[in-house]
């Protein structure tokens, strides 16, 4: 008879959101395995910054611990939330669909953002942790600027395609829109999304 792990997964990550829940960073770490597999769906080039350093990829059970801590640090814990909305499990992986709602301890501001993560579990631990959320939503709580888009701000899309690429840039006002060459030197949060073929980066620039 063949062992099926879906029982020994949906148990593990059930426990797992469980002491999520509790807060505790080291007993959420002591479900990783010692070597795991942790990354984050940001831009790289967004990994790391002073005011979200938990955005990053991890390697090691001390790793998870740390980024639990550093979550904390950065947010209002008595208004932090997170709502399960399925958890999906097949063998060894499952994937946990969900929403958190936080507030930036910096900033003040609070967010919703909508997540999927997957999740691997071999002989009890989790050795697969992958990310994926509205990491503008983030992004934008933790900005130093909030608001409508006015003086210095402007809030844009772009289209990435084979040929130039270009920003469509709105003014704030509900007036006309218009097309800019992607030349600004601005400081840019990027949110990635794909729409058929079609991938648009999202942007919120500050001077």
């Not at 509205?134 to 040929?163: K, N, Y």
């Not at 800019?180 to 990635?192: E, G, M, P, V």
Request: with cysteine; hydrophobic share 35%; net charge negative.
């Amino acid at each position: 008879m063949t062992y099926d792990p879906t029982p020994d997964t949906r148990a593990a990550v059930q426990e797992l959101l469980a002491r999520i829940g509790a807060g505790d960073p080291d007993r959420i770490a002591e479900l990783y395995a010692e070597d795991c597999d942790w990354r984050l769906d940001w831009p790289e080039e967004e990994h790391g910054r002073p005011d979200t350093p938990w955005i990053r990829h991890r390697a090691t059970r001390a790793d998870a611990a740390a980024h639990f801590r550093e979550l904390a640090a950065h947010h209002v814990p008595e208004k932090a939330d997170t709502g399960v909305e399925c958890v999906l499990v097949d063998g060894e992986d499952a994937v946990v669909l969900g929403v958190i709602r936080q507030t930036a301890a910096p900033t003040g501001r609070s967010y919703t953002a909508r997540f999927a993560l997957r999740l691997t579990v071999r002989e009890g631990f989790v050795v697969r942790h992958h990310v994926y959320e509205d990491s503008l939503a983030v992004a934008r709580a933790f900005a130093p600027h909030e608001g409508p888009p006015g003086r210095g701000e402007r809030r844009l899309r772009r289209l990435a395609g084979t040929g130039p690429s270009y920003l469509r840039d709105s003014d704030g006002s509900g007036g006309s829109l218009k097309w800019l060459n992607l030349s600004s030197t601005h400081r840019c949060l990027r949110h990635l999304m794909k729409i058929g073929t079609t991938h648009f980066f999202v942007c919120e620039v500050f001077p």
